[in-house]
């Protein structure tokens, strides 16, 4: 399914949906946000237009176009000129792959 940008709702949620259709035929059932179903509440849908991280030429380091998991998802938006070392405590790296994404999330929790 990768690259679609796939999280628990979302455009690359119905789409990964729409796949897995072709090969095994199911019913979808379908909640808004916000709705509360059995022990679980539905959560926001995740919406990203553009993300990227510049430096300060306006030179992309990192653009969520090239890969979707540059990006976690549910994460805050920001648009501002913040230190390295503050920008450091807000990507996530491998120490041990230095050229590895790590898939990180953070479904219910504003980061």
């Known amino acids: 399914m990768f690259p679609?940008?796939?999280?628990?709702?979302g455009e690359g949620y119905r789409k990964s949906l729409e796949i897995l259709c072709e090969y095994i035929p199911f019913n979808l059932l379908s909640y808004p946000t916000g709705k509360q179903v059995l022990n679980w509440k539905t959560p926001k849908e995740l919406v990203i237009?553009?993300?990227?991280?510049?430096?300060l030429d306006n030179n992309r380091i990192i653009?969520?176009?090239?890969?979707?998991?540059?990006?976690?998802?549910?994460s805050q938006?920001?648009?501002?000129?913040?230190?390295?070392?503050?920008?450091?405590?807000?990507i996530f790296v491998s120490?041990?792959?230095?050229?590895?994404?790590?898939?990180?999330?953070?479904?219910?929790?504003?980061k």
């Open 95 to 110: 120490p041990h792959l230095e050229d590895a994404v790590p898939y990180t999330t953070s479904y219910y929790k504003d």
């Open 63 to 74: 653009d969520f176009k090239d890969n979707n998991l540059y990006v976690v998802n549910y």
């Open 4 to 9: 679609l940008n796939r999280s628990i709702l």
């Open 77 to 90: 938006p920001i648009d501002e000129v913040i230190p390295l070392d503050e920008l450091k405590k807000h």
């Open 49 to 55: 237009y553009e993300a990227f991280i510049e430096d």
